[in-house]
């Protein structure tokens, strides 16, 4: 799972440090080395499994379904991402939870901003995370593979937020992932994701090859359907502890007919589809011939045409009936 280590993720915050699992150790959080060490010795097979596809860093993992590389270069794009989609929400959040978090959730963007509060990112991979002295106090990481279950108590924290994981689950285990996010949530804590819809408005001939083969190459290659926002408020909706359901989209353009966001909003795109190395054969073209594609092809009709796409965030609040 993508921790926001400024790059989007799950993540997950509490009020008080009662509420924290004492036997995940994280940073200024009390716990013994012995704990620390235990949890590595078994997390630390799952991350040496690489592999290297034209350069890039995968995970080779069977039951992992992550689309996109696992390396320094994809950190650096997604850290972009995360900084542009602030931009476009004018914050980290929709979710009606400033008075909780003031009295008491992105990662090391939000415990600047909320000192008050504590924050646990969850990630697969630890090589996202930042240093410790580069972290507030009130910040923590976990290396976790969320598909075997968020490893906290049921009623935990306060706010559960999940960003940028469209190219991480297969539909069954969104499904299982929400009902446990629900699972961990406080009754009167509030839900959040914020995933892209990956359908561009506006484009040309050569975008609508693009993102048509991208989504039938991830469903095929890993069982991951990058268009999961359209599912998000189904999800919401089924689990019947979540009320105040809300789904909000922003437009998000792509291009230099946009300024220097559209400018930065389009390498970001460019380097994703360039880091997803398998597409090329579904498209029945090389790698360098996708590559030109993107760098010519691409943002000329992105340009002529204006073209933008959306960004979804969805919440709800979880909800105790007599």
């Not at 340009?303 to 709800?316: D, G, I, P, S, V």
Request: aromatic content about 14%.
């Amino acid at each position: 799972m993508k921790s926001d280590n400024i790059k989007d993720s799950t993540f997950a915050s509490g009020n008080s440090k009662e509420n924290r699992k004492p036997s995940l150790t994280p940073i200024n959080v009390d716990i013994t080395k012995n704990t620390l060490e235990d949890i590595n010795e078994v997390i630390s097979p799952l991350l040496s499994k690489f592999k290297t596809i034209n350069g890039r860093d995968f995970f080779d993992i069977e039951d992992l379904n992550y689309v996109l590389p696992s390396d320094k270069v994809e950190a650096e794009r997604a850290n972009i991402s995360h900084i542009l989609s602030k931009h476009q929400w004018q914050g980290n959040f929709l979710s009606p939870i400033i008075e909780k978090l003031e009295k008491g959730c992105w990662i090391t963007d939000m415990a600047l901003e909320y000192p008050s509060s504590t924050f646990i990112g969850i990630d697969v991979n630890s090589s996202f995370f930042p240093n410790t002295d580069k972290c507030p106090s009130n910040v923590c990481f976990l290396t976790c593979n969320v598909i075997y279950g968020i490893p906290f108590p049921k009623e935990t924290f306060d706010f559960v937020y999940m960003g940028m994981m469209f190219t991480a689950f297969t539909e069954f285990q969104w499904s299982t992932l929400i009902k446990d996010t629900v699972r961990v949530l406080k009754y009167d804590g509030w839900i959040e994701s914020l995933e892209p819809t990956c359908q561009f408005q506006n484009m040309g001939k050569t975008t609508k090859w693009i993102e048509d083969t991208t989504a039938k190459a991830c469903m095929k290659e890993k069982g991951v359907n990058v268009r999961i926002s359209a599912m998000m408020p189904k999800f919401f909706e089924s689990n019947n502890e979540l009320t105040n359901i809300q789904c909000v989209k922003v437009e998000y353009p792509i291009g230099d007919w946009y300024g220097c966001f559209g400018k930065y909003s389009f390498n970001n795109l460019r380097k994703m589809f360039q880091s997803l190395v398998f597409v090329p054969k579904y498209m029945g073209i090389t790698h360098d011939e996708y590559v030109k594609l993107l760098n010519d092809e691409f943002i000329k009709e992105s340009n002529e045409n204006k073209t933008y796409t959306h960004l979804q965030r969805n919440f709800a609040k979880k909800t105790l009936y007599d």
